[in-house]
């Protein structure tokens, strides 16, 4: 069982930065899930955001986020980052942490295993 716990959010203005931070529980968090970061904006679907593979050293992103913001993991301190800058009013959402198993690193929701219980991330224009 993993259990995943998001920090970092909050209200920013629009072409501030913020940084959530992702904390994994258990021993071999770093050798057996690839990482991603979700968002689901108020009234809309929950969204790909970003992922990392297993090691870090693969990465991808949403076409929205590409060039703001950046994923990226500690696997010595079972944590996984989103660094986010120049926000903008439609990255408002509840963004949330995933495990997922796969080899590969998945973009879609079913293909996680473990999700975190989100935090709010609010952009004012």
């Known amino acids: 069982q993993v259990q995943l716990v998001e920090s970092g959010g909050g209200l920013v203005q629009a072409g501030g930065s913020l940084r959530l931070s992702c904390a994994a529980s258990?021993?071999?968090?770093?050798?057996?899930?690839?990482m991603g970061w979700f968002r689901q904006p108020p009234g809309k679907e929950r969204e790909f955001v970003a992922g990392?593979?297993?090691?870090?050293?693969?990465?991808y992103y949403a076409d929205s986020v590409k060039d703001r913001f950046t994923i990226s993991r500690d696997n010595a301190k079972n944590t996984v980052y989103l660094q986010m800058n120049s926000l903008k009013p439609e990255d408002t959402a509840v963004y949330y942490c995933?495990?997922?198993?796969?080899?590969?690193?998945?973009?879609?929701?079913?293909?996680?295993?473990?999700w975190g219980q989100g935090t709010q991330v609010t952009v004012s224009s």
């Open positions: 990392i593979s297993r090691s870090g050293v693969t990465t």
């Open positions: 995933a495990a997922s198993s796969a080899a590969l690193v998945p973009r879609t929701l079913h293909e996680y295993d473990y």
């Open positions: 258990g021993r071999t968090f770093s050798s057996r899930y690839a």
